[in-house]
């Protein structure tokens, strides 16, 4: 079953503005993914955050957990058109193996 | 070179029918992953293999038979085909069980008819 939660279901920027978007747990975790699906294709990772970290950059991208709200966020910064996809936290809280939330879809206007 | 791939990439069938589904990952993975996403996009796994062992079996109907005759092949066998089946089922492996992160196949769109 889904654990995560994303919110919002779906967001909607112009392009060079921020993106955030958030994935609630219900469980302890050891760690958080977060993935990008384009239209038609397969998931992507994009960075992996584990629970006794609280922020990770990778690039445009930075993540944070917060294990006592159970939560994490996703920043996309100068958001660019390419980012037009569907973003998925995963989480090991239900032990081995990764649940996914149900995603939020990003669209980035030219 | 395709890390994870997956056949056929579209399956158009008809009720009742038997089919079957690929995939192949050539990252040297012990572990392989069936997932079926549906139409409102989540995302739900259906099976792990570790090592040509069955490690989950989540709660999916027995018409669905995975088999992995090696490490670098998981291949997913559906039995009469429902209209429920519907649905875009993924490919993934990861180095080694779980948890860590997983590389995905670009998807079988299935649909029945």
């Known amino acids: 079953s889904q654990q995560g939660e994303e919110d919002p279901q779906a967001l909607s920027i112009q392009e060079g503005e921020n993106a955030t978007m958030n994935c609630s747990y219900k469980?302890?975790?050891?760690?958080l993914q977060w993935y990008r699906q384009n239209s038609g294709r397969g998931l992507v990772h994009l960075i992996l955050i584990r629970s006794n970290e609280r922020e990770k950059h990778s690039g445009r991208l930075r993540v944070t957990l917060d294990t006592s709200k159970k939560s994490s966020s996703l920043l996309i910064t100068a958001s660019r058109a390419a980012d037009t996809a569907s973003y998925f936290c995963a989480t090991d809280e239900m032990g081995n193996m990764l649940t996914f939330g149900g995603g939020t879809r990003l669209m980035v206007k030219p | 070179d395709t890390a994870v791939s997956q056949t056929p990439k579209y399956l158009v069938t008809q009720m009742g029918n038997d089919k079957s589904i690929k995939c192949e990952q050539n990252l040297g993975h012990d572990t392989m992953y069936w997932y079926k996403q549906d139409s409102k996009k989540f995302l739900k796994i259906m099976f792990s293999?570790?090592?040509?062992?069955?490690?989950i079996n989540e709660t999916v109907p027995n018409r669905f038979s995975p088999k992995s005759p090696d490490k670098a092949h998981l291949n997913l066998h559906i039995n009469s085909l429902e209209l429920g089946d519907s649905a875009v089922y993924f490919c993934?492996?990861?180095?080694?069980?779980?948890?860590?992160?997983?590389?995905f196949g670009p998807g079988t769109r299935l649909l029945v008819l």
């Open positions: 469980t302890s975790i050891n760690n």
């Open positions: 293999y570790n090592n040509k062992e069955l490690i």
């Open positions: 993934a492996s990861s180095q080694d069980f779980a948890q860590e992160t997983q590389y």
